[in-house]
Every structure is written in C-alpha cells, then in structure tokens.
C-alpha cells in the first residue's frame, strides 16, 4: 500500500445531507487474520458509541490490489449516493451508516499486456519492479507447498516462452496437488487427475475476451473453442503462466473461505454484539464467498443480519440447495438464508464471461465431465456452475429480472433469495456500480 493504515478511518466520506461519515477498512492476511487489529477495535468502539444505525460491510473479489479494491470501494459509494440525490429518494430521519470495506490479498498471476515482453521491459522500471515483484511472489506461494526438486521444475517451466505436451502434462502433474487440495468446508470437491486437468485447460481456452478481475484461462489464438483431442496442439501456443494462472483460482477459493469464516465472520460477531445498527453485506465475486462463509460462523448470532447483496459471486449456484444432486446433502451455505432478514439478493449476468463460461470449467473435477454435454437451453452447465453465472438453484429460489432505479420490488415474503437476471444491466464481470445494483441495495436497505 505504501503507507501504514491508521488505527482508525481509512477516510470520510460526505453524505447528500451534508454530514461525514467514518469509511473503516479491515486488512487481513491470507490465513484470515486480522493484519489491522487496532483498526479493527476503533471499528468495533465506533459501533459501541451508538451513533449508527445501519453498517455497510463491503468484500471485494479476486485479484483486487490495494488500489483497485479502494476504487471500486468507493466508485460503488459514490454512485449510490449520486443516485439518490439524482432520485430524490428518502432516508429515515435517524439515518446513520458506518461503512467497512474488507481488503484481502487477492491478487494472482495478472499478466496484462503492459507486463509482457518489450513493453515491460521500455516501461517504467518501478512498475516493471512491481508486477515482477508480484508475480514471483505468488508463483512462489504455489512453489513454497512442493519438495525442492518439484518446486525447481515449476519454476523452469514458469519461464518457458510455451510448452511441449510433455511439459504440459509434467506441470499438470505438478499443479495437480493444488486442484486436489480442498480446505473448502462449504463446498465439496472429487479428484481430478493430471490428464483431466490438461482437458481442462484446453475447454477453458474458448475466448480472448477481457476477463476482468476473475483469473482463467485465455485463448492465445482467438480461432474459437479447442476440441479435447487436440491437446497437442493446445498446449503448443500456451503460455505457461496461463496454466499455472488456473490453479490459483484454487487457491483464492480457499483463501476467501478461510478470511470469510475465520477473519470476517468474528468482526460480524462482534458488530451485532456492540451495536443494534442493522449489518448490510456486499460481497463480489470471490467477495461473495467471504460474506457468505462470514455469515456462516460460529453458532447462530445474536440477531440476524439485515440483507446481503451478492454481485456476481464466484459460488457454486447449487450453494444454497435443498440438496445437491449426487451427494444426499444441503448446499454449504444453505444455514445463511436462516441468518439474514430480508431475502438475499444475488445478480447474475450473461455477459459475465469468466462465471458463464470458464469457472465450471477450472473448477470441474472429474465426476462431472459428462454434465456439462446434458444440460438444456438456460440452465446451467455443471454442477459446479456459478452463482453470479447462472442465478440460485434448488433452493426455493425466485430468479427475476434485475429492476431499473425507481422501479419498486415486489418481494415475496415466503422466498428468501432471488436471482436479479441482469443481462440488460451487467455487461461483465467487474460490472457492479450502475443504477440497477445500487437501486437493489437501496430497495433492501428500506425494506
């Protein structure tokens, strides 16, 4: 970040009414501890004082630095005011929010064209320096869990130009142990082998569309979707750090499930313990995922939370389900829907490429190959298809379309999730400040 975060504030933010308003914003490390615990206790006194009736907690998603999780921190806050001002819309008279945002190391291999080969090298060398900087660490995270001899190798092949199929199928046998490594108590995984993981790489790279801030896998040539049978010539044009980007969409999974639950979730414990301040989460993408095993914790709160809203989260869409098909048991989150008052609200979008189109693809395992080939028009390819891809599933859901600001919901009291469609709305991934998303918030928040 470049500078120490205040045992307090990270800054205040004006309201329509004129007044300020404390922006909080919790650091934790990729175990889930707090990195920012004086912080956090000014969080936890300043919802002692009583002053604050609602409290905002925000979560942002996979590979989000300091830079842009602030950004789309307050590009979100910012617009949701300018909307009601521009609206005219109400607030109680009492009203008062305290805002957090969540800041978690969520980045991976990002290699933009801006990191790659002459540019970088003609670029400014402080941020040549940074993105090398980045890149090394999280290639050594991933080399940090293997023996020496295998932890060489991943490096060697990290640094070649592309890969043969040999050494395709080598770092798959190297990777594989990351694929099968599943600290997730949320949401359960079969193996995957290193042959399966090689198909795998070949169906995600269907598309050189800009993927945002979700990490997969793209295609290097744009000449369309690759069959399974030609791996070979797959894996000629690939570029390594491509592969061993996939498996750091493992690693951020468990790495969010573990901040949720074992950093978040005991901040939320202690919110509703010190204040009666209504708790409204936001989480997106990965974020999605720290909320949810947030809200997850411990045994039931001391009262529920106010709403949820999740953008585009990067879940299984089975995750709140009855029972997930083939394993006799309720989707991981499905004990949350008891924990929040209002209905949770979840987008999801078409135009959402990584969640629609690759994230069933890298997360896969072997047991679903054949789903994916039986599922009819609209519905979602695997079971591990996501969340903010395809909408809630077998959950008593209602899936509807997301609504233009101003126009009211009309929600059920007996359903306890929608599914806000938002292809006319959400035209990608990182797609979560417009009208629609902010209207959503604002119709749960004046329930």
């Known amino acids: 970040m470049g500078t120490s975060l205040p045992a307090g504030p990270y800054r205040q933010v004006r309201l329509n009414d004129g007044s300020e308003t404390p922006f909080y914003i919790i650091p934790f490390d990729k175990r889930g501890v707090c990195s920012g615990p004086q912080t956090r206790q000014h969080l936890i006194d300043a919802a002692k004082s009583g002053q604050y009736t609602e409290i905002f907690l925000f979560s942002h998603g996979w590979n989000n630095d300091w830079t842009v999780a602030t950004k789309r921190y307050e590009d979100f806050l910012s617009g949701y005011l300018q909307m009601?001002?521009?609206?005219?819309?109400?607030?109680?008279?009492?009203?008062?929010?305290?805002?957090?945002?969540?800041?978690?190391?969520?980045?991976?291999?990002?290699?933009?064209?801006?990191?790659?080969?002459?540019?970088i090298a003609a670029g400014d060398p402080a941020a040549v320096d940074a993105a090398v900087g980045e890149q090394l660490d999280e290639l050594a995270s991933l080399a940090d869990e293997l023996p020496p001899e295998r932890a060489t190798r991943l490096y060697t092949l990290a640094q070649k130009d592309l890969l043969s199929p040999d050494e395709a199928l080598e770092l798959a046998g190297l990777l594989e142990p990351f694929y099968n490594k599943n600290e997730d108590p949320f949401e359960a995984a079969a193996p995957i082998s290193a042959q399966d993981l090689l198909a795998v790489w070949a169906d995600?790279?269907?598309?050189?569309?800009?993927?945002?801030?979700?990490?997969?896998?793209?295609?290097?040539?744009g000449d369309g979707p690759q069959a399974a049978?030609?791996?070979?010539?797959?894996?000629?044009?690939?570029?390594?750090?491509?592969?061993?980007?996939?498996?750091?969409?493992?690693?951020?999974?468990?790495?969010a499930g573990r901040v949720g639950f074992h950093g978040v979730g005991p901040l939320l414990a202690d919110l509703l313990k010190a204040s009666e301040a209504r708790l409204h989460l936001i989480g997106h993408s990965y974020g999605g995922k720290i909320v949810l095993s947030a809200a997850s914790y411990g045994e039931a709160p001391p009262r529920k939370l106010a709403s949820m809203l999740l953008l585009q989260p990067a879940v299984s869409?089975?995750?709140?389900?009855?029972?997930?098909?083939?394993?006799?048991?309720?989707?991981?989150?499905?004990?949350?829907?008891?924990?929040?008052?209002?209905?949770?609200?979840?987008?999801?979008?078409?135009?959402?490429?990584?969640?629609?189109?690759?994230?069933?693809?890298?997360?896969?395992?072997?047991?679903?190959?054949?789903?994916?080939?039986?599922?009819?028009?609209?519905?979602?390819?695997?079971?591990?298809?996501?969340?903010?891809?395809?909408?809630?599933?077998?959950?008593?859901?209602?899936?509807?379309d997301i609504l233009p600001a101003g126009t009211p919901y009309s929600f059920d009291p007996n359903v306890s999730i929608y599914g806000l469609r938002g292809d006319n709305a959400i035209k990608g991934h990182g797609d979560i400040s417009n009208d629609s998303t902010w209207w959503a918030l604002y119709s749960l928040v004046t329930r």
């Open 204 to 221: 995600a790279a269907t598309s050189d569309a800009d993927l945002d801030d979700f990490g997969t896998v793209p295609h290097s040539s």
């Open 229 to 255: 049978g030609e791996i070979g010539d797959f894996v000629k044009k690939l570029d390594p750090r491509s592969i061993i980007r996939t498996a750091t969409v493992y690693q951020m999974k468990d790495r």
């Open 84 to 119: 009601r001002r521009d609206m005219n819309l109400p607030t109680a008279a009492d009203y008062r929010p305290l805002l957090v945002g969540i800041f978690w190391p969520s980045t991976a291999l990002v290699f933009t064209e801006s990191e790659k080969g002459p540019a």
């Open 317 to 400: 869409h089975l995750c709140f389900a009855h029972e997930v098909p083939r394993s006799g048991k309720p989707g991981g989150y499905r004990p949350v829907l008891e924990r929040v008052e209002h209905p949770i609200l979840s987008t999801f979008s078409t135009h959402d490429f990584p969640l629609t189109k690759t994230f069933h693809l890298a997360l896969r395992r072997k047991d679903d190959l054949g789903e994916a080939r039986i599922a009819g028009p609209g519905d979602p390819p695997s079971k591990y298809a996501a969340l903010g891809g395809f909408g809630p599933r077998r959950c008593g859901e209602k899936l509807i």
